[in-house]
């Protein structure tokens, strides 16, 4: 692939942690949930996330601190 300089619009530092064996790992966006259900992990505070599972089941989870995170629905 060949482009110009100028098409370059942003450079973003990446840390050495995210390559394995030469390969880029893109971080995990689901790292507290598995299929359908939530892991031990907490989120981060402010994060948060809703899901609907059969439109019958929604559920709503928020990071209050980085150590306690809330959720709750219809499961």
């Avoid at 942690?17 to 030469?22: A, H, I, L, M, T």
């Avoid at 899901?51 to 629905?73: E, H, S």
């Amino acid at each position: 692939m060949t482009f110009s300089v100028f098409e370059i619009t942003e450079v973003k530092l990446v840390s050495e942690d995210r390559f394995k064996e030469g390969k880029y790992w893109f971080p995990n966006p689901n790292a507290t949930r598995l299929f359908f259900a939530p892991t031990a992990r907490m989120l981060k505070k402010g994060e948060g996330y809703f899901a609907d599972y059969f439109i019958f089941f929604p559920t709503f989870t928020f990071g209050v601190t980085n150590n306690f995170t809330l959720g709750g629905g219809s499961l």
